[in-house]
């Protein structure tokens, strides 16, 4: 045959990709598949200004949509056209196209081969009915190797019709989900085909469907053999073989090949995918074990933050009281108390810094009892302990607590926890930012307890805001965060009877606003 397809049933859609091809089709002068110049402007100015062209879909001059169509029907990631002039005289075009990039070219590069595709153009235009195509594979080959390219086509000029006719299509490509063909690969629905029966047609019957009329036409084919692609009763895929040469009728040894080689290439595919699947799986588990050591490693640093805070409770406790039985004995006039008040401001903020750490720590008996708690005391608890972290790295702060109480019942400790990991993540975003900033809001609206934690750093990706409260997923690099601050937020704002939301914007800013049930029970 002249060309191999091989497709992949895409999940969800239902619907046929093309995964490889391969293609050996090779025609005489005056037969093969003609193409207006008007249709492929990339192909006539080349021709015209005499001048090559390396083209990709995303780059494209006005008026050449046409080419960024051809390409993507293709499945091309890039297309180098070479203008054929052996003797100053247009000839032709020889077309390069590759799945993904084309190397750098040069003089020597174009040149070689250039010289290539003239020779097939001449063979093209010296065969004999029924002489082999076989040399102009040859060459064609010698293209492929010294570009690069996935695939090549040799179309030559005719002036006086203004047309361009197809002489040779040679290569072999394979796609990545990313990057398929457009083309119609399939004449019916995978579903509507028997598991035994493969389906062959002949352009000499006169009673084809539209589609498979269609089908024939892409392909300039002569004659069509379609083989579902399917693995322990599973359907994969489809396979179709196309000839251009002749309407010929495929016969029950040839069919019988096809179907042997067929299902061994379902094989090959279904045991590729389980073996990518657990390959995905073991990714995912070392990823996780990594995430549950370093969840396990910061629960030990905090239990030694809790352990440090208390023995050092002791010594500032000496600390201040000493401090105020001088500033009791000493006058204010004296020069040394300003120094001795000094010490016991310093001591009574190392010691609420301790206290913080170690309520903060303190788990609580295992019915985790609510309790009357006021929101804004709780916010300001956290950010004792987090403005000098945070303004450190010339951070803005902006705090607005609402004047009144807002009172909830939650256990305590909790909400602590979801305002630390908010700024935290906050001062995160906005690092290296200019004129970065952090703001913190508590107010009443609409009878329920609202706060915002926002930031002007470089906010969420849309595909990212959805997994953001997946437990062990995060965004930032190995050995800086775990993947569970935002999972915990959301875990203790659901148990109280709350919610959480997130607005971003890519470079703009985050915001997180957390809506919580009031209470007015004095309980």
């Given at each position: 045959v002249s060309g191999c397809l091989i497709s992949e049933l895409i999940p969800g859609i239902e619907d046929l990709r093309v995964m490889a091809s391969a293609v050996r089709a090779g025609w005489r002068l005056n037969q093969g598949p003609e193409l207006d110049l008007a249709?492929?402007?990339?192909l006539a100015s080349a021709l015209d200004q005499n001048v090559y062209y390396l083209i990709s879909p995303e780059e494209m001059k006005p008026g050449w949509e046409s080419e960024r169509a051809y390409i993507a029907w293709h499945g091309a990631g890039q297309a180098l056209v070479?203008?054929?002039?052996?003797s100053g005289q247009a000839i032709g075009v020889l077309e390069l196209n590759y799945v993904g990039s084309a190397p750098e070219t040069d003089t020597d590069f174009r040149r070689k081969a250039r010289t290539l595709a003239v020779e097939i153009a001449a063979m093209a235009a010296d065969r004999k009915v029924g002489a082999s195509a076989e040399p102009s594979f040859a060459l064609a080959n010698k293209i492929l190797a010294g570009t690069g390219a996935d695939w090549c086509t040799v179309w030559l000029l005719n002036n006086e019709q203004n047309t361009l006719t197809r002489v040779l299509d040679c290569g072999h490509a394979v796609w990545s989900e990313d990057l398929r063909p457009q083309y119609p690969i399939f004449p019916v629905k995978l579903d509507k085909m028997p598991d035994e029966s493969p389906l062959a047609y002949t352009a000499r019957d006169e009673r084809l469907p539209s589609l498979v009329r269609k089908v024939f036409t892409s392909y300039d084919a002569e004659a069509i053999l379609c083989v579902k692609l399917a693995a322990k009763g599973k359907p994969l895929g489809a396979v179709l073989l196309y000839d251009v040469r002749e309407p010929r009728h495929f016969s029950p040894q040839e069919i019988s090949l096809v179907q042997a080689m067929v299902a061994q290439a379902a094989t090959a595919i279904e045991n590729a995918r389980l073996f990518s699947d657990l390959g995905d799986s073991l990714t995912l588990l070392k990823a996780t074990q990594i995430r549950l050591v370093q969840a396990a490693r910061l629960s030990a640093i905090g239990e030694l933050a809790a352990v440090v805070a208390h023995q050092i409770d002791n010594p500032l406790t000496a600390v201040l009281g000493n401090a105020e039985l001088i500033m009791q004995d000493m006058p204010e006039s004296d020069p040394f108390f300003e120094s001795v008040a000094t010490i016991h401001r310093a001591g009574k903020r190392a010691h609420a810094v301790g206290s913080r750490l170690l309520s903060m720590a303190?788990?609580?008996?295992?019915?985790?009892?609510?309790?009357?708690?006021?929101?804004?005391?709780?916010?300001?608890?956290?950010?004792?302990?987090?403005?000098?972290?945070?303004?450190?790295?010339?951070?803005?702060?902006?705090?607005?607590?609402?004047?009144?109480?807002?009172?909830?019942?939650a256990p305590p400790g909790q909400l602590e926890d979801v305002w630390l990991n908010l700024l935290l993540n906050a001062r995160y975003a906005v690092l290296g930012i200019p004129n970065a900033t952090i703001g913190v809001r508590s107010e009443r609206l609409n009878g329920r307890i609202s706060v915002s934690v926002w930031d002007n750093g470089r906010g969420i990706s849309a595909e990212h805001q959805a997994r953001i409260f997946e437990a062990f997923f995060t965004t930032k690099p190995m050995g800086e965060g775990t993947g569970l601050g935002l999972y915990i937020c959301k875990q203790v704002i659901d148990g109280v009877g709350g919610s959480l939301a997130v607005q971003s914007v890519p470079e703009t800013g985050t915001r997180f606003t957390i809506t919580l049930p009031p209470t007015t029970s004095a309980g």
């Open positions: 249709e492929r402007p990339i070479l203008p054929l002039r052996p303190r788990q609580g008996d295992d019915s985790n009892e609510a309790a009357r708690l006021d929101v804004n005391a709780t916010i300001a608890a956290v950010l004792e302990l987090v403005t000098a972290y945070i303004q450190r790295d010339r951070v803005n702060l902006q705090v607005e607590l609402s004047e009144s109480a807002l009172w909830m019942a």
